[in-house]
């Protein structure tokens, strides 16, 4: 009967589990639930199964709970899947690019306290990326990575103390950069112009909204609103974009597809896998919370999760081809009406003077 109870139990916490985040709710104990996807099918997985091996044929109530479960896996699956390998490609494989139209970013959230910055460095010297941005940068670590300087001339420092600090370096002219709080106080983000070595210009947004978890913030409000507030901005204003950064939600929760829906940018790992990054210390409890978006002037030519460095994240790096062409073979994703009126609601509940995001 133990056996049989805790079975149960598994079932409702997996059906909860799986329901929760259907809810258009923003407190942080159900936006959590956005996270765990593949935990979650895992484990609704083996219930389904355990509940076959264990009681067999005795009864009727088994064969509901494991109906449940599996349509709860069922919808986990889906959710997800585009993140496999199976799934088709959104973004094109681009295998002859020139030099000069290449662009390269690594993103990397150093955890505040994490002294391995020589690690770091080492990873950075050995992918040579044309744009490194540091996250949860502070003075001792702007002044660790200072060497960064002699290859990337063009810098934009942030330095905090609150885990939101934030660091450009870049071997490519930036143009107009900017540091902007677009909804909370003590939560930058840059903003600038990349100069490409063929002159073309491409647009930056470097983020790190804060996540919805009971020591950081009670709601995914403020979150969600500045993901929604850039992506806006982008389909008004911008063309080329890329957008990278920590932004504290999974490639597959609601609010970073209609990010993706409003902006217009694609993502590369579609189709291509998952690239966890979060938490590097823990292999069954990761997802993928660092992101690298652009608009579909580019191709791909490779998306990697770099090696483990002291920080709870790994390091996500992605080398692009700007490709003009692209654009008639790539295409963008749209959102629907009633979508886009949520996102308004989600940004005017965060920031009812419409942000700080400006031109």
Not at 293 to 317: A, C, K, M, Q, V
Request: overall charge neutral; some cysteine; aromatic content about 12%.
């Amino acid at each position: 009967m133990m056996v049989k109870g805790i079975l149960i139990a598994f079932s409702v916490i997996a059906a909860l589990a799986t329901l929760a985040p259907l809810l258009k709710k923003d407190d942080w104990w159900i936006r959590a639930f956005d996270f765990p996807r593949v935990q979650i099918t895992i484990f609704t997985s083996m219930v389904s199964i355990a509940l076959f091996f264990i009681f067999g044929k005795s009864g009727y109530w088994q064969y509901l709970f494991a109906l449940i479960l599996i349509a709860c896996a069922g919808y986990q699956l889906k959710r997800i899947y585009p993140y496999t390998w199976l799934a088709k490609k959104q973004v094109l494989k681009n295998r002859q690019a020139a030099e000069d139209s290449k662009i390269s970013i690594l993103v990397a959230n150093v955890l505040t306290p994490n002294r391995r910055a020589s690690d770091l460095l080492k990873i950075i010297k050995t992918k040579s990326p044309d744009i490194v941005l540091t996250l949860e940068s502070d003075t001792w670590w702007e002044q660790q990575l200072q060497p960064l300087e002699a290859d990337y001339p063009y810098t934009v420092k942030k330095p905090l103390d609150n885990l939101y600090g934030m660091h450009l370096y870049s071997r490519l002219a930036l143009v107009a950069p900017e540091v902007k709080f677009l909804v909370e106080e003590d939560i930058p983000s840059i903003h600038t112009s990349i100069k490409m070595r063929t002159g073309h210009h491409v647009r930056l947004y470097c983020l790190h909204p804060t996540p919805p978890s009971p020591t950081e913030s009670e709601t995914s409000t403020e979150r969600d609103a500045e993901l929604l507030m850039v992506a806006k901005h982008i389909k008004e204003r911008s063309k080329s974009v890329i957008v990278a950064g920590d932004l504290n939600d999974v490639a597959w929760s609601r609010t970073t597809r209609l990010f993706q829906e409003i902006s217009g940018l694609l993502d590369p790992r579609i189709g291509r896998g998952f690239f966890s990054t979060f938490h590097a210390k823990y292999p069954f409890m990761r997802w993928p919370l660092d992101h690298i978006f652009h608009s579909n002037d580019f191709t791909l030519i490779s998306i990697e999760r770099l090696p483990y460095f002291g920080s709870d994240h790994f390091p996500l790096f992605a080398a692009m081809n700007h490709q003009p062409e692209a654009e008639s073979f790539q295409e963008e994703p749209e959102a629907q009406a009633a979508d886009e009126k949520w996102a308004e609601e989600k940004i005017k509940k965060a920031a009812p003077d419409g942000g700080r995001l400006g031109e």
